[in-house]
């Protein structure tokens, strides 16, 4: 799923980005698949780090999306992977 350029949906792209951001809890939040304790502060200002790195137009909003929200997360907050704990 491709993010669509802001100024022709913005409901529907805030809609797919609070559907990622909570994609990813399901992964690395408290209870999550891989828990690694990440608070939604965490995710959300690990996205916005990521989206800057690799360009909003860029994000595809699937695994390697996620996948790079969890290493911003790594990177910056010192989060560890579970089987890295």
Do not use: H, W
Request: charged letters at 25%.
């Amino acid at each position: 799923m491709r993010v669509e350029p802001v100024g022709q949906n913005i409901q529907g792209v805030v809609s797919q980005i609070c559907d990622f951001l909570a994609y990813v809890g399901d992964f690395y939040a408290d209870g999550g698949l891989y828990d690694m304790g990440a608070t939604s502060r965490q995710i959300v200002d690990a996205f916005d780090i990521y989206a800057k790195r690799v360009g909003y137009e860029n994000l595809a909003l699937d695994s390697v999306d996620r996948e790079g929200v969890r290493d911003v997360m790594i990177e910056f907050f010192g989060l560890k992977f579970p089987n890295e704990a």
